[in-house]
């Protein structure tokens, strides 16, 4: 079983709605997680970070983290086309190492 | 400030051959990981560095890699009698404390023929 579970997509949403992307993981241990966006033939930046239950909100962007089912989730509002990308989720288990989900890509339609 | 700086960004280089990728984290930044990523896969974690020791290679896939930071700054990965499967984008990226979240360089994409 991989540590961070995504669904592939591809998930589409017009320009303006609310996409919403889910991860799920393993190691109940994890303490911190993280979502970051990666533009096809660039490297990955972070948009977000999250430790403790509940949601964090940044901008257009929120992250929800629910320990007891072990998932956590990104919702972006209003949606732009400049927001199409692969947003991967990851996780810090107690050692320290990062575990990445293969990454959801999201298509944002104008 | 300067982010995450890889080195070289492309490489490519023959079946059998021994390469060098270099890393330049970011100023400061004490945690220093190595990754590959393979097209239509996320990051696939291999080393990572607390200061100038590795504090986890659980990652190497193999004896043919190994990666060293003599001065707790520059990274080197280094890759012996490389294989066509070694093809991948490898990246880098730094935190400042082993738990903070991390910052990731361009990429090297290497090409094994």
């Known amino acids: 079983q991989k540590e961070v579970e995504q669904n592939s997509g591809p998930l589409s949403v017009p320009e303006g709605a609310i996409a919403s992307l889910n991860c799920t993981y393993s190691d109940r241990g994890s303490q911190s997680f993280f979502w970051y966006r990666q533009y096809s033939g660039k490297s990955p930046e972070l948009i977000m970070f999250?430790?403790?239950?509940g949601d964090k909100e940044d901008g257009r962007f929120t992250a929800q983290l629910n320990k007891a089912s072990q998932y956590v989730s990104l919702l972006i509002r209003d949606s732009q086309p400049s927001d199409s990308a692969t947003y991967l989720c990851a996780g810090m288990n107690t050692g320290n190492q990062f575990y990445f989900g293969t990454g959801t890509s999201l298509t944002v339609i104008p | 400030g300067a982010g995450v700086s890889q080195t070289p960004s492309n490489k490519v280089t023959e079946k059998g051959k021994y390469v060098e990728l270099r890393c330049d984290p970011i100023?400061?930044?004490?945690?220093l990981y190595w990754y590959r990523q393979s097209l239509g896969q996320g990051p696939e974690f291999l080393i990572y560095?607390?200061?100038?020791?590795?504090?986890?290679d659980s990652g190497l896939p193999n004896d043919r890699f190994f990666a060293v930071r003599p001065e707790g700054s520059v990274s080197t990965l280094k890759i012996q009698r490389t294989e066509r499967g070694d093809s991948a984008v490898y990246l880098c990226?730094?935190?400042?404390?082993?738990?903070?979240?991390?910052?990731f360089g361009p990429g090297t994409r290497l090409t094994v023929l």
């Open positions: 100023s400061g930044h004490t945690a």
């Open positions: 990226a730094s935190s400042l404390l082993a738990a903070n979240e991390q910052f």
């Open positions: 999250i430790y403790s239950n």
């Open positions: 560095f607390q200061g100038t020791g590795a504090a986890d």
